[in-house]
């Protein structure tokens, strides 16, 4: 059985959680609270030189970091990810607008929000964070508006791994009632079969 | 034949130069000047909506964005991309460690560095920039110590792109000397078949 080394109120793990869930897959789930520091362990930087969570285990100890890159090689053969060469490369392109111009923002503004106390220096950043992930949220928007999925005609892991940090940006101070076509994506999303909500 | 809209100078754009000459890949660069706006300009906003190079555009109008999106488009079938479900997996956990952990401090240290003028305020970021920075290098080094390539044993996409901003580090400040196994890395591929370096 594989294993995830996850923090089950993060994104980037959530998405490994509902594709899993999704495919009825089953797996154990460690839990690793970086708030505590133990992704910063001797024992844990071990396993994921990079200090990050989620990190999937296979039986035999081979591992894999990066959560859209868990993605791709656990939603490999199925539906999640197209065969199509043209596809699957949109499903990587809204992927990597994830890594670089959604979550930075988008989920760092939950995290100071949700996290740090109210006079924590770093609330300063959250009107840059605002300002950036707005452009990501438009983006979305823009596409969404005459598409019903990310990545071609069906559910894909473009679509899980945006909904992580999306579904809940409210968490963070962004206002999705201004994205009308987001949010019948996400309603969308959420009555997937196998769907599993994001544990606080 | 294929258009790579691109800047020349920029580590993102160079990987798909770099890829693209090692495979004798015939390509259209056009070239567009962030610095000067050209990818906020209506007509750019039309083609790719992040506003971003570089971008991929085959004959039937199609389009690409992400630069590593677009490299696994383009190394498909070849041997710069493993066939191999595990290889591929680790190279996509380098692409994505790339643009999360890397690139965000280390192109942008080059980008204050090389192109903010001397009391620009963006230059008080350098510091923190330095550290990060240096956090993803030592995760290279370590795999370096003891492998020739970053996934598996060939040279692969996944070295095309951590290449592009690694061996131009010095650019934005950071001392490679202290990095052995990165410099001997950074001549393994500089000695690859078809190399092109970047133009500055």
Excluded at 67 to 80: F, K, P
Excluded at 134 to 160: F, N, P, Q, T
């Amino acid at each position: 059985m594989i294993t995830i080394y996850g923090k089950r109120s993060s994104g980037n793990c959530y998405k490994l959680q509902l594709l899993l869930d999704q495919l009825g897959h089953d797996y154990r789930w460690i839990e690793v609270d970086s708030a505590r520091g133990e992704t910063r362990t001797a024992e844990y930087l071990a396993k994921n030189p990079n200090g990050k969570v989620p990190l999937l285990e296979l039986d035999d100890g081979r591992r894999l970091a990066e959560s859209d890159a868990i993605l791709c090689y656990l939603a490999e053969g199925t539906s999640y990810l197209p065969n199509d060469a043209w596809l699957r490369a949109q499903t990587l392109q809204w992927l990597f607008f994830e890594q670089y111009s959604h979550e930075p923002y988008i989920a760092v503004a939950r995290f100071i929000s949700l996290y740090l106390p109210a006079d924590h220096p770093r609330r300063a950043e959250l009107p840059q964070l605002h300002q950036q992930g707005a452009k990501a949220l438009a983006v979305m928007e823009a596409h969404l508006a005459s598409h019903d999925w990310l990545a071609g005609e069906r559910y894909s892991i473009a679509d899980i791994a945006l909904y992580a940090y999306t579904h809940c940006a409210a968490d963070g101070g962004f206002d999705l009632a201004v994205y009308p076509a987001i949010l019948a994506w996400l309603a969308r999303v959420k009555s997937q079969p196998g769907y599993s909500p994001l544990q606080h």
